[in-house]
């Protein structure tokens, strides 16, 4: 007999919600654990073919609590040719890998994508509506993954807090599902839907929604507080001697305002790179270097200020005292406003044939971005940078931009600045050249300049076109930026065709490009004009080849007028296994000497060859050797000639810790050092690390080699979620 318990019992439970059953995160993608998740599947090879069938199946669950994203993937794959070795965060896009992109509004803005390789180390990126990836870009989510007779399985565990969204009682999400594998050598890239290739966006063009209801975004609060200490040496003619220790403290937080807007801070921040900068050939080049931010406090909103005009630059912001950043992601609109009072800013020249760089001295930095944003990646936008010196002086630049998508197949796009500069009297700057009306050193003049890009393409399956104007005037510069000429007017056009074989055939893709540019001054004098064609080909074996040629029809440097100058280019990667990645890239033809006393056209030969062997799952060691040199045409004498020799060991104990040895040598400064360093990054902003710096070079002009200098360090720095 059923007693009245029961009876009530059975009634409510057809008033309450079933309370939803989460699987069990532990990395096994158990189909009875996921039964309540929707299934979506990866089917579609989209390189190197172009939408046909798959060479595995995989097979994507996808839940989620109040709070969490949970994904599962079941990648199916022939296990004894998997790639799959421990590697540090951001390292596993050379395995097998999946990855899974969310993108929150629906206009093609940007599209959040994380994953993890089959040992279940990390990967994170930022798609961008321009169609460019921000692999710098990082979020802390939770990764696992097994692997299995037949597959390997991952399982992500994606907070909501970490995406920003409008919140609202049911959202509907787009989403995306990506799976990187090899078969019979042959990487193969695949999606959940064929892609289209008449269309830019690729954020845009997803099928798939996720609907979500009554979901919880926790307001993030993290401190990050360091400390870091060192003690380095230099020695002389009389010896070797280190100095005093130093030691620094510092911190730096975040904390949401609401669910698209957040407030970051930092306090006497360190910014030194744990990764250095690989050194550059410099021989033969006179214009400054531009490198890649990897700077953690820079990690969100980098896709909100990215400019054709490189109007920000975020290295310029050097040594900071204080700075605080706010983003807002708002429906329609977002805004990104960095300030901070540097205490010592780089200070950076344009000119028509060189530029000039000096280290500047405290000042206060401002940068603010609003975008509008509409459907398919198309926005409108402002940008203001403000730079003004403790001592005197400033810089600004003004502008708006726009990009535009229309018939699905063609991207038009304008961007224009102004810059407003009143120098510091300073000596930062060494050189006493002119540009334009006014000279490079630093006497309180007063300039003002303006930038213009404007541009329009066409894409398509098998043909892709475009055209792009670009000027900078003669006084035109960027304090917060990164423009190295200007007093030029350029014209670039080019004209691309894709091929796609069949799965069988020994050629996979072949790309084949022509190309023209043509560059005046603004005295109407022809700098630059060029004819370029390219061939692109990727082979069975994973085998690719890129065969250059450039016809430059003049040059002209300093009054000197190069002509009828050739150039021939040639790149071969071969990655058949998981045990090594071989490349070599050569370039030999003719190339101006830019000697401002003696300018000439020399013979050019360059030749550099990149290899990583993967000796076991935990070591990988990477080799390198770049050689360069410039031979007058006349007699065959070396205006110059050198190499850089670099070699890396890699000895990973898990997917945080890790020990690196760097060793490189310098020919054209005589000089080598070497790096060891250990490391603990147990997610993209906790990070512990000890090691060094000892740095040799060459004694008189002799082959000994003495101790030049000697750094030993330490940083610890670990985040704290509130």
């Not at 990104?336 to 530029?355: H, I, K």
């Not at 997610?683 to 030049?708: A, D, H, K, L």
Request: aromatic residues 16%.
């Amino acid at each position: 007999m059923r007693t009245p318990t029961f009876i009530l019992f059975t009634f409510l439970s057809f008033l309450l919600p079933a309370q939803q059953i989460l699987p069990t995160f532990d990395g096994v993608v158990s189909p009875q654990e996921w039964k309540e998740a929707e299934k979506f599947s990866i089917k579609y090879e989209i390189d190197p073919g172009n939408n046909i069938p798959s060479p595995h199946l995989t097979d994507v669950f996808i839940t989620y609590s109040k709070t969490d994203l949970y994904v599962g993937f079941i990648a199916y794959a022939d296990m004894e040719n998997l790639r799959s070795s421990i590697r540090n965060r951001d390292e596993g896009y050379q395995d097998d890998n999946v990855l899974i992109g969310i993108e929150t509004y629906g206009d093609g803005r940007f599209m959040v994508s994380a994953g993890a390789n089959p040992e279940g180390n990390q990967l994170d990126l930022k798609l961008l509506s321009t169609g460019n990836d921000d692999v710098s870009y990082n979020i802390n989510f939770e990764s696992k993954a097994s692997k299995h007779e037949d597959s390997y399985h991952v399982e992500l565990k994606i907070p909501f807090s970490v995406l920003q969204f409008k919140n609202a009682p049911e959202m509907t999400w787009k989403i995306l599902l990506f799976r990187s594998t090899y078969t019979d050598s042959n990487r193969s890239g695949n999606l959940n839907f064929p892609i289209d290739l008449n269309n830019p966006c690729l954020p845009c063009q997803t099928p798939t929604s996720l609907t979500l209801k009554n979901i919880e975004s926790k307001n993030r609060v993290s401190l990050l507080p360091y400390v870091y200490g060192g003690l380095s040496g230099e020695g002389d003619s009389n010896g070797f001697a280190y100095g005093k220790p130093q030691g620094t403290v510092g911190l730096s937080g975040l904390f949401d305002l609401n669910n698209t807007t957040s407030l970051e801070y930092a306090i006497n921040p360190d910014f030194s790179q744990v990764e250095a900068d690989v050194s550059r050939i410099t021989a033969n080049n006179t214009f400054a270097i531009f490198f890649q931010e990897r700077r953690p406090y820079f990690n969100e909103g980098n896709d909100i200020i990215e400019t054709e005009l490189n109007t920000v630059y975020t290295r310029s912001v050097n040594k900071p005292l204080l700075s605080t950043k706010l983003i807002s992601q708002g429906e329609n609109q977002r805004f990104y406003w960095l300030t901070a009072f540097d205490e010592a800013s780089p200070y950076l020249l344009a000119g028509e044939n060189r530029s000039y760089f000096g280290e500047g001295k405290a000042a206060f930095s401002n940068i603010f971005r609003y975008q509008r944003n509409y459907e398919h990646g198309s926005n409108l936008g402002f940008l203001t940078t403000n730079r003004i010196f403790r001592d005197g002086g400033y810089g600004h630049t003004l502008g708006i931009d726009g990009l535009l998508r229309f018939k699905k197949s063609y991207t038009a796009s304008f961007e224009y600045n102004r810059s407003i500069i009143l120098e510091p009297q300073a000596d930062w700057i060494e050189e006493n050249d002119r540009i334009g009306d006014f000279s490079t050193t630093l006497d309180g003049e007063k300039l003002n300049g303006n930038a213009l890009n404007v541009s329009l393409s066409r894409n398509t399956k098998n043909w892709n076109t475009g055209i792009n104007y670009q000027q900078f005037s003669p006084h035109y510069q960027t304090p917060l930026g990164f423009v190295t000429q200007n007093s030029i007017r350029t014209l670039n056009a080019y004209q691309n065709y894709q091929h796609f074989f069949n799965k069988e055939d020994f050629f996979k893709q072949l790309n084949i490009e022509i190309e023209s540019e043509l560059t005046y001054n603004y005295n109407n004098l022809r700098k630059y004009l060029s004819f370029d064609a390219y061939t692109y080909v990727q082979l069975d074996n994973n085998i690719r080849s890129q065969i250059s040629y450039s016809h430059i029809v003049n040059e002209e440097y300093e009054g000197f007028n190069a002509e009828g100058m050739d150039v021939f280019e040639m790149f071969v990667g071969y990655n058949p296994t998981e045990a090594f990645r071989l490349s070599v890239f050569t370039s030999i033809g003719e190339s101006i000497r830019y000697d401002e006393e003696n300018p000439a056209v020399g013979n050019n030969f360059f030749i550099g060859t990149f290899n990583s062997f993967q000796m076991t799952p935990k070591i990988r060691f990477s080799p390198s050797v770049r050689y360069s040199q410039l031979k007058n045409k006349m007699d065959n004498s070396l205006y110059f000639s050198g190499f850089i020799a670099r070699s890396v060991l890699n000895f990973q104990f898990n997917d945080a810790l890790s020990f690196r040895l760097v060793g490189e040598f310098n020919d054209f400064d005589k000089n080598f050092f070497y790096q060891p360093l250990l490391k603990w990054n147990p997610n993209p902003f906790t990070i512990f690390y000890i090691g060094g710096t000892n740095g040799y070079s060459q004694i008189n002009t002799n082959n000994r080699y003495g101790i030049e200098n000697s750094q030993l360090y330490f940083k610890f720095q670990y985040q704290f979620d509130l």
